[in-house]
């Protein structure tokens, strides 16, 4: 069980902590020798649905790297298939749907998450974990905006065009699968937390793809929904996405306590642009596979910019790539730890 006094959760607070702490988006899964071996044996749902192999699969990074704060393993689309949606994860893709959302009658297959029964598995993860770890769990969801892409767009996608079809050419629906997608995600943070998760991101990871002005009229009321509702549970609630440089204002009003920044944004610009609260990031993914110097010296550009600040937690600007060295990622945690220790 992780304290009040965790360095992460002190970072989270904008308290002084004895070291910058350290976690990585992404930490769990296929970077890890040992994930790839459990994926040879079950399929990536079978891992979410089973509360002993989620646990396996979430203190896997915590031992291996050292970090700061778990992240509990699941996906953003685990709440959509709770609800009985079909949704298929496929390797080096992504969550795939067999009916992509597209009309008004699509609403109904949305209907109220019951987190007691639709999400057991999960709840009774994420108990065995609070008592297994010594750092924070951090619980998460997707936020509305990245949960519809995938839902409307029935998969991955690189401009999200239907998205924004449907966003600026039926903002009345728009608004209706926003308001559902934010009270599926609240409704799970919510259920995380009472399970015993000390912080929650809510990971909006393609909003970067829209015009400020869209963003603030037709997406940030349904974030802002999921965020300020779990307003008093009293836990640290980070709020993540990627090429958010020109949202990052907004975003840092949305009711977020920690906004993550990515590599695009110098973090102190970042931090300036975010206002009076906490930010995570930013080291570019890709300066992973550089020799280790780089790597140090990178990571030591954004820590001489933070300057002993308090306030920031030290992670990628997005997730772990897939081959990624585990040992250069524990190299960085301790180094980082090194650097920063008071
Ligand atoms: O951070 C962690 O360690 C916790 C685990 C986690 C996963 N997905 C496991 C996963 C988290 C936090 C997520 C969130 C998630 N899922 C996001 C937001 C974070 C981000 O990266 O922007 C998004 C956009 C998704 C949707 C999704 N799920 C994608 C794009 C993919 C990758 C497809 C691929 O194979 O490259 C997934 C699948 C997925 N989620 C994997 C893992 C470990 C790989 C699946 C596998 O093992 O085959």
Redesign the pocket.
Known sequence: MADAQAPFLRACRREAAPHTPVW???????SLPE?RAL?ERHS?FDLVRSPELTAEVTLQ?VQRLGVDAA???????TPLQAIGIDVE???????VFAHPFRTAADLDRLRPLEPDTDLAHVIEAVRILVKELDVPLIG?A?APF?MAS?LVEGG?SRDWARTKALMLGDPELWRALLDRLASLSLASLRAQVGAGAAAVQL?D??VGALDPHHYAESVMPASAKVLRGLADLGVPRIHFG?STGELLGMMGKAGADVVGVDWRTPILDGWARVGPLAVQGNLDPAILGAPWEVVAREADRILDAIDGRPGHIFNLG??VP?DADPDVLARLVDHVHRRTQT
């Open positions: 990585f988006m992404r930490q769990a899964g296929r994930f994926r990536f990074p992240i509990l393993f699941s996906d953003i689309v994860m496929r390797s080096g893709v992504g969550p998460f997707g990245t995938y991955p990971f990871s393609w990627v997005h997730g897939a």
